[in-house]
């Protein structure tokens, strides 16, 4: 069963902040929230995870409502090279690594 | 530094035939893991290794995929024989260790099709 709930697509104007959401309303209270992304004919490229505290890189910035039921993901500045399919991933820590991807949120940057 | 190295990058084999995937992980990476991708989804877990011991295979189909990391470093997965739905791009990702918070690092992957 799907623990994330994401939108299947989205577009972006280059330059624009870009806000990924993603719904895990059955999160549990020792659950990650992990962002990765992957461009075409690449494998996947982790961006960023966070527990409850917003978290920020320098790839992106995370967002996580309180009660922890759903997360946005930020671009801040969005550029042709960020088009690529966006996956958001719960997972324990003691899950032994495993990550359950969906099928993610194809970004489409336009110029 | 060099990252998750996989050869080749894409196969095209009739059905029937055997065929294997190579996998170099990243140096001092003790955690390898192989996925499974279908057109359109996301990858899925097919075996993780903690240096040449596989940890979890629950999801490799054994009748037919078989791996191998031998010394715990390089690893290779294969398929015999090949049917027609193994069409998919198979990953190869490592990681530092299973537990924590330890980044998973992805190759390229082996674009597998077979006629």
């Known amino acids: 069963d799907a623990k994330t709930t994401q939108p299947t697509s989205m577009d972006c104007a280059e330059g624009r902040a870009a806000n990924l959401p993603c719904n895990h309303s059955t999160i549990s209270g020792n659950e990650y929230v ?3 992304r992957q461009i075409h004919s690449q494998g ?4 960023i ?3 409850k505290n917003n978290e920020t890189n320098e790839m992106a910035s995370l967002i996580i409502t309180e009660d922890r039921k759903s997360s946005t993901l930020i671009l801040p500045h969005a550029t042709l090279r960020d088009t690529a399919v966006y996956y958001c991933i719960v997972r324990a820590l003691d899950s032994w690594g495993k990550l359950q991807f969906g099928a993610g949120t194809q970004v489409v940057v336009t110029p | 530094e060099a990252g998750v190295v996989q050869s080749p990058r894409y196969k095209i084999i009739e059905k029937k035939q055997p065929v294997a995937f190579w996998c170099n ?3 001092g990476h003790n955690t390898l893991y192989w996925y499974l991708q279908n057109l359109g989804q996301g990858p899925e877990l097919l075996i993780r290794y903690e240096n040449e011991e596989a940890v979890d295979d629950s999801q490799l189909p054994k009748d037919r995929f078989s791996a191998e990391r031998l010394k715990g470093v390089d690893s290779t997965l294969k398929i015999q024989p090949a049917e027609l739905g193994d069409s998919a791009v198979y990953l190869c990702a490592s990681s530092l260790g299973l537990a924590g918070n330890n980044e998973q690092f992805f190759g390229p992957g082996t674009r597998l099709t077979v006629l």
């Open chain 2, 25 to 27: 992980p990243i140096s």
């Open chain 1, 34 to 36: 992990y962002w990765y």
């Open chain 1, 44 to 47: 996947p490229q982790y961006i």
């Open chain 1, 49 to 51: 995870h966070g527990l």
